[in-house]
C-alpha cells in the first residue's frame, strides 16, 4: 500500500503480509539491505495481533521490466550500466551471506534519478555463508537456474545464473531458453541463440554466467568485474553513485497512486488472509538513523 510517514512528510511503501517465516527471513534481509544503495531499503517493521507490516522506501521510477518494455532492446553501454549496479547489490549481499534467489526485472526498480533498487526479498535466504547450500524449487522459472531446477544443491550461483538471463532479455527482448507444454527443460540441455549483433564481449559475458556447471559459473568463480564487457566502468564512482545513468525516465509525482506497468512488486491488489496471532520474534524495528 502507499502510505505517508506523516512526521515526515514522506510518502513510503507499506507491505502488509501474513506472520510467516519468510516475512521474518525478508526482515532480517532489509535490515541489512539498507548497506548497499542498490537494494530496496526498509524504515521499518512491526505487527498486529494478525499481520506483519514492513515500511519500505518508495521508489518511484517504476521496473526495469516497464523500462525495457518502452525501450525496446537497450544500447550494450546502457546494459554495461544497468548490470554493474546490479552485480554491486548482489555482490553485497553475498558477502552477507544472502542470495536473492527471484531476480527478474519486475523485481528491479529504478529510483527517481533511473539507478537500479533491487527489490523483493520475500524468497531470499540468509545464512549462506561458506560452503552452505540450500535445497528447493525457489524462485520464477524462466529465471531458474539449472541446479535449482533439478533438486539439486545450490548457492549464490544461482543468482548469478539469473543475472544472465536478465541480461540476455536487456539485449535482446526475448529468454535464452524456450517453454514448451508448461516446463522449462529447455535450461537443463539447449544452448542460448546469440544473434549476430551482439559484441564478443557481451556474448562471452552471457556465455560466462549462463554455465549449466554452477561451479563453473562466472560470479562463483573469477571476477565479473573484470570481465571485458565492464572495461569502461568505474567501479568505485558507481558504487559511490558518482555515475550518470545513461537515460532518464519519466517519472510521475509521487501523489500519482497509480501502478501503471502492473508488475511492481509493490501495491499489489491481493488480499491478505489473517496472519495468525502469534509474536514474531526480533521482527519489530526502526532504523536508527530515522529516529526523531
Not at 526498480?109 to 555463508?129: P, Q, R, T
Amino acid at each position: 500500500m502507499m502510505a505517508t510517514w506523516t512526521s515526515r512528510k514522506q510518502r513510503v511503501a507499506m507491505k502488509v503480509s501474513e506472520k510467516t517465516p519468510e516475512t521474518e527471513m525478508e526482515v532480517r534481509v532489509l535490515k541489512v539491505a539498507k548497506g548497499s544503495p542498490f537494494l530496496c531499503h526498509a524504515y521499518g517493521a512491526f505487527q498486529s495481533k494478525n499481520h506483519a507490516y514492513i515500511v519500505l522506501e518508495y521508489i518511484r521510477g517504476g521496473t526495469l521490466m516497464a523500462a525495457m518494455r518502452k525501450a525496446g532492446r537497450l544500447k550494450e553501454d546502457n546494459i554495461a550500466f544497468y548490470a554493474a549496479e546490479m552485480i554491486c547489490g548482489l555482490q553485497f549481499l553475498h558477502s552477507n551471506g544472502i542470495i536473492h534467489l527471484d531476480l527478474k526485472p519486475a523485481n528491479i526498480l529504478l529510483d527517481g534519478e533511473s539507478h537500479i533498487k533491487i527489490a523483493d526479498f520475500g524468497l531470499a535466504m540468509d545464512n549462506m555463508v561458506g560452503n552452505n547450500t540450500t535445497t528447493g524449487l525457489v524462485g520464477t522459472f524462466r529465471y531458474m537456474a539449472p541446479e535449482v531446477i533439478q533438486g539439486e544443491e545450490y548457492g549464490a550461483a544461482a543468482d548469478w545464473w539469473s543475472l544472465g538471463i536478465v541480461i540476455y532479455q536487456m539485449a535482446t527482448s526475448t529468454f535464452p531458453f524456450c517453454t514448451t507444454n508448461g516446463k522449462h527443460l529447455s535450461a537443463l540441455k539447449d544452448e542460448p541463440f546469440y544473434p549476430s549483433w551482439l559484441s564478443e564481449e557481451l556474448v562471452d559475458l552471457l556465455q560466462a554466467l549462463l554455465k549449466k556447471d554452477q561451479h563453473l559459473r562466472l560470479g562463483t568463480t573469477g571476477n565479473i568485474r573484470k570481465h571485458p564487457f565492464f572495461h569502461h566502468i568505474d567501479w568505485v564512482k558507481l558504487e559511490n553513485r558518482q555515475v550518470q545513468p545513461p537515460f532518464q525516465l519519466s517519472v510521475g509525482s509521487v501523489e500519482d497512486f497509480c501502478d501503471s506497468d502492473g508488475d511492481s512488486p509493490f501495491f499489489s491488489r491481493n488480499k491478505i488472509r489473517n496472519g495468525g496471532n502469534r509474536v514474531l520474534e526480533d521482527f519489530s524495528f526502526l532504523d536508527p538513523s530515522l529516529q526523531e
